[in-house]
């Protein structure tokens, strides 16, 4: 597959694929997510992964901004929505340039226990909570995604 960026994605439908961020207790494990990404211009948001049910941004999201943030988005699986999110606020993405961008988090339950690496340097980040996040849920209903715009 010849990812070009022309909103390329590669699409895992399988619900109980490999891609597990959570115990079936809803139980956070600890992941690590990297890429070597070239965004582009055109998009607000470029996907570099996400494993969430699209229609309740629930489960892990890792996307660039078009300002060259990075961020990685945390939802779980209740009613209302809760999340944690940390956003980049140091080095950027910038179009058309081949960067690493690595995302690791430790299943502490708080958006401190998110890093996020532009190029192999640690990043300093905002943080920002919605509710009471309690963990995500085992598998994403609707796989997971590697690419694609937003």
């Known amino acids: 597959m010849l990812f070009d960026n022309s909103n390329d994605v590669l699409q895992e439908t399988n619900s109980t694929s490999q891609f597990k961020f959570s115990n079936d207790d809803r139980s956070d494990i600890p992941f690590t997510i990297s890429a070597w990404v070239k965004t582009s211009s055109e998009n607000a948001n470029d996907t570099i992964f996400s494993a969430s049910q699209e229609e309740q941004v629930r489960g892990v999201i890792f996307a660039a901004h078009l300002d060259g943030a990075v961020y990685l988005r945390l939802c779980d699986n209740q009613t209302s929505i809760n999340m944690i999110t940390a956003t980049t606020t140091g080095d950027k993405l910038y179009p058309g340039i081949w960067h ?24 300093t980040t905002s943080a920002s909570t919605t509710g009471t996040y309690l963990g995500m849920q085992a598998y994403a209903p609707e796989g997971a995604r590697i690419g694609g715009a937003k």
Do not use: E, F, P, W
């Open 100 to 123: 690493h961008v690595a995302v690791t988090y430790d299943a502490s339950y708080s958006v401190n226990g998110i890093k996020i690496y532009i190029d192999g340097v640690l990043q």
